[in-house]
């Protein structure tokens, strides 16, 4: 034991001296100076001290270079850029396409009530999805730091909206989404086992978990691994995925097209209905600024984040699109609400013996789309504490296998959490009002950007229409429903983010931290084999 605590202390060591050795004559607090002692602080860190380096339009609070270099012999410890561009199509594809368009895409035939309505707001959740994508990769480009919408309020705002966000984020958004999925892996798994009657919710709920142990090993062993595991999961539900499209076209094909015909009958619906049928629809979108959360990892991130997302989203909208016609080839309107499984009611009319082959494609959809998830979301954990947002032992990476183990770990048992106490509806709800409001806070942020930082480095960059476009359709999706059918859940998320300046200001502003948190950070990190980070990221 005692080998082992020198061996740690020595590596934490050396990483401090490397980032006071790198950050010379740049005016970059090192970890050390960020949080007031020694570089294994336990908790919150408090803000940094402002840089005094500006960038060319005299703006100031600016990183000197727009991307960290390269992995060297030299380095200590960091998150190595193994990203090329078919795994970060991988990352989006395989994170979007889950159990959404397979198991409930009648949703938005309830809310909408034709079928013409409902197949144009799947189209446009695609193309809302590629614009606030196409926005997100300029500001990708411009801080291509991990964590995303964290970093870009760092940028834009300052630290205490970005706070707020990774408050949210690491303790509700990222893990219901992850229970969402995992909870939709264990209906369809423990289905094919249980056939006259419903399954066991205690069974459902120990078969998610074990898929959240599952995912979770993969991704702390091997960042190679978890990506191995993208690719191969991502493949195959694009598998499935072709085999719906080819059953649909073969009916289309034999003139089954009387469902298809009266597309637009029906009553028009309100702005309301509208509102909440696209919440359906992007939910089976979501996952399209993953590949944001992990940039510091990809390989030349300003070519390939903005190549992935557009092939990738067009990719997954084009899917959506066939699919939809190929399951009203097969079914009325009506069946397709009445199903509870969509996918597996085509399955049967079609595929005949090989009808297995639909719930099984939901349950590798589904595992694949978990594994995207948390990989990205144990990347937020890890640059929000970096910079003294979060404890500072979520931003260590393990010695060897270079994974931030703890951000995964902290993430998975948040998820086992809201898989034990919560249902599926009632976290789609939460999440997508919530997730909205900061779709639009990077939306302006952009747009904030343009005019403080007219000439910071843009490899990438969109018309100014695009991000004005997202956020008008942002402050829609979030107002809309509160004015249609007011629920006392959009005042508890409101205040349930809000409540996050209760710790920002004693824990990150004033820079309070117990005495206790560094035996307590001592303790996780030889209980988990992690150090901190050699290249810290450089905002300020």
Known sequence: MRDKISQLFCLQKNACKNNSADNRGHNVPTKATRNGSMCANGTFGAERPEATETDSSGTGRMRKSMERNGSTQNDTVHLERRLG??????????????????????????????????????????????????????????????????????????????????????????????????????????????????????????????????????????????????????????????????????????????????????????????ATAFYTGLWAYDGWNNLNYVTEEIKNPSKNLPRSIMIGIPLVTLCYALINISYLAAMSEQEMIESEAVAVTFGNRILGALAWLMPLSVTVSTFGSANGTLFAAGRLCFAASREGHLLDILSYVHVRRLTPAPGLIF??????????????????????????????????????????????????????????????????????????????????????????????????????????????????????????????????
């Open 85 to 274: 561009l078919f795994s970060g199509v991988a990352l989006i594809v395989g994170t979007m396409i889950g159990s959404g368009i397979f198991v409930s895409p009648s949703g938005l035939l309830v809310r909408t009530g034709s079928v013409g309505i409902s197949f144009i707001i799947w189209l446009a959740c695609g193309l809302l999805s590629l614009l606030g994508a196409l926005a997100y990769a300029e500001l990708g480009t411009m801080n291509t730091s991990s964590g995303a919408e964290w970093a870009y309020f760092m940028d834009a705002y300052g630290p205490a909206p970005a706070f707020l966000f990774s408050w949210v984020s690491t303790l509700v958004l990222k893990p219901s989404q992850m229970a969402i999925i995992c909870l939709s892996f264990a209906q369809y798994a423990v289905e094919a086992f249980v056939t006259e009657c419903d399954p066991p919710r205690g069974v459902v709920k120990m078969v998610a978990l074990v898929a959240i142990v599952m995912i979770l090993f993969v991704n702390c062993y091997s960042v190679n691994l978890g990506m191995a595991v993208q690719n191969i999961f991502t493949a195959a539900k694009l598998v499935a995925v072709v085999i719906v499209i080819c059953g649909g076209a073969w009916k289309l094909f034999h003139g089954n097209t009387q469902h298809l015909s009266n597309a637009f009958n029906g009553p028009m619906p309100n702005i309301g209905a509208i």
């Open 411 to 540: 993430h998975s048992l948040i998820a086992s959490a809201m898989v034990l106490h919560g249902t599926i509806d009632s976290l789609i709800d939460f999440f997508s009002f919530t997730a909205w409001i900061f779709y639009g806070g990077a939306m302006l942020a952009l747009i904030v950007m343009r005019y403080t930082k007219p000439n910071y480095p843009r490899p990438y960059k969109v018309p100014i229409i695009i991000p004005v476009v997202v956020l008008v359709i942002s402050v829609y999706l979030v107002a809309a429903p509160i004015f249609e059918t007011p629920r006392i859940e959009y005042l508890y998320a409101l205040l349930f983010i809000f409540a996050g300046l209760i710790f920002y200001v004693p824990f990150v502003k004033l820079g309070m931290t117990p005495r206790f948190m560094n035996k307590v950070t001592l303790f996780f990190q030889l209980l988990l084999e992690v150090v901190p980070t050699s290249s810290m990221a450089m905002f300020e």
